[in-house]
């Protein structure tokens, strides 16, 4: 009984971690990573997902972020903006199939948000 008990305790993390998916950021961008925001496929329920406590620097510095199993599924549009206001969105970015992302591979389809570009 004993054991069966440590077994069942030794079990309890491994089953909390399977709640969760986990995907490695590199930020091979130019420009640092400010915020990011996931969402449903094909939905506009945008949810800031939290980073660290300073942007994530371009040039290779990454973080790892993780995905509720619950909430949304396993295909997701993710919404990244970056300190010189570019925003770069990826739609139906499957979080269950690709553990990394690299942002710089896909910087040239991210666009300048223009409610933050500067005015004439």
Known sequence: MRSLLMVLIAAVPAIADAQSYYLDIYNTAPSSLVELAAAP????????IPLAAQPVHGGGDSVTVAFDKNDGGCVRDLRLTFADRRVLEQRNFNVCKFRSYHTGRYWRSAQVDRKFAAKP
Do not use: E, R, V
């Open 41 to 48: 496929a094909g939905s506009t329920a945008f949810q800031a």
